[in-house]
């Protein structure tokens, strides 16, 4: 069973890239699950993965900040980090502070760097930037994927949302 909170808080991964999403399948398979994504890059507003949506900053800035833990997920995390309790936000950590906070508490010796599948993500996030920035094509064949059926139906979803948002923004 997913825990859709943190400390009694709601999760709003700041940053739908890369490290987003990395942070987002850590965190599944750690067993949480976030409440929302949020990014400065409009273009990704909307977006949804495994049913969390994408937010613009603006929109974060108006949580309630009482209710939501933000946890950055990019390279250098540290200025949005203090960005963010500035901004009142009482629960805000790096994505590698808040896996580390996880992994203690759950007792197990794996690093952040170190969970399963995560070559596996960062070919499949390598494909969505190619999909969506470069307009290349969907690859057909990922059989070759050593992950579960669950996360291969998600990554086909996400990129075909993807394609097909791509779609409507030219038409």
Known sequence: MKKQNLYGKKICIYCMGEYGMRLYYSLKELGYSGSCF?????????????G???????????????QY???????????????FKNQGFAEVYSDKELINIL????GTVKKHDQLDNLEEVQEALNWLKDVYY?????????????????????????????????????S
């Open 38 to 50: 949020g990014d400065i890059d409009e273009r990704k507003s909307g977006y949804a993965l495994g």
């Open 52 to 66: 969390l949506f994408c937010i613009s900053y603006k929109e974060v800035c108006h949580l309630d900040k009482s």
């Open 69 to 83: 833990v933000i946890v950055v997920a990019k390279k250098d995390p540290e200025k949005l980090v203090q960005d």
């Open 103 to 106: 992994l203690k508490e759950a």
């Open 134 to 170: 470069c307009n290349k094509e969907l690859p057909q064949d990922k059989s070759n994927l050593n992950v579960d059926d669950s996360f291969k139906k998600e990554l086909q979803q996400l990129l075909q949302d993807c394609i097909e948002r791509k779609k409507y923004e030219y």
